[in-house]
């Protein structure tokens, strides 16, 4: 896979993109990764990218031609990228989304500034997205959420093939259930025995069970789409039933 981004600050990329999973995975040669200048698709002393909005306001506007024409040329060069926006009007990102993302061959993600671009720039897009109801100061950051996301997704990234599907938001729909690791006992919190026994059938079902727990207990909003039976359904309606119980009362306590 190739993931290249477009940004008035490229330089931001340089470490996250270059260290743990995502910098071995570029070494292995499972992806491919360039962060290009904007101000190299300028043509005036200042490398200017923005301007005053028309009819007033705070802040200034991404600017449509060094856009346009960085997105003509790149465009141009080998497989056509699925061109990926950030704004609040986006689909929210998700583990679903970024499984189908790392799916494509090539993502190019345009990292606006400012107060965000002007409006004709937005008809560029192919995908729109948004990680939360939040203010970010650029897309840099954004754009390096979805590459890390996504890269862990690509056969051979992950040493263990097994670990993204385990993982919270997996096929599942849940959070991933509890880990623990060395001392079996420390201060007083103890790992559960059934981890301790050998037994994998035993801690395969014990795992299953918390998994579930745990997402009624924090996310009871995953539970209606996770892929449950009946049985196990019902543990996580009484479960997150009796959850909001508690922080009621305590609420008006």
């Known amino acids: 896979m190739r993931i290249e981004t477009l940004s008035v600050f490229p330089d931001m990329f340089e470490g996250p993109m270059s260290l743990s999973i995502i910098g071995r995975a570029r070494k292995k040669g499972i992806l491919d990764f360039e962060a290009y200048d904007l101000r190299d698709w300028t043509h005036d002393r200042h490398r200017s990218t923005d ?11 991404m600017t449509c031609p060094p856009v346009f024409e960085a997105l003509d040329e790149l ?9 990926i926006f950030f704004t609040p009007a986006g689909e929210p990102f998700s583990q679903k989304l970024a499984q189908e ?4 061959e090539r993502l190019l993600m345009v990292c606006g500034r400012y107060e965000g671009f002007d409006e004709r720039v937005m008809t560029l897009a192919d995908r729109c997205i948004s990680l939360g109801d939040y203010v970010l100061t650029g897309g840099e950051l954004p754009a390096m959420v979805v590459a890390d996301a996504v890269t862990r997704l690509l056969p051979g990234a992950l040493g263990d093939e097994n670990s993204a599907v385990e993982e919270s938001f997996s096929d599942s729909g849940l959070l991933e259930f509890p880990q623990y690791t060395r001392p079996a006992s420390y201060r007083g919190l103890d790992v559960p025995e059934v981890l301790l026994s050998g037994n994998h059938a035993a801690v395969d079902a014990w795992r299953r069970k918390a998994a579930i727990e745990k997402t009624a207990r924090l996310r009871p909003d995953l539970i209606d789409s996770a892929d449950l039976t009946d049985d196990e359904r019902a543990f996580a309606r009484d479960i997150a039933a009796d959850s909001h119980a508690r922080s009621t009362g305590d609420a008006l306590s």
Do not use: I, N
Request: overall charge negative; hydrophobic content about 15%; aromatic content about 4%.
């Open 51 to 61: 301007d005053e909005p028309y009819g007033g306001g705070q802040g200034l506007l």
């Open 75 to 83: 465009c141009s060069e080998g497989p056509k990228p699925t061109v």
């Open 101 to 104: 993302l790392s799916h494509h």
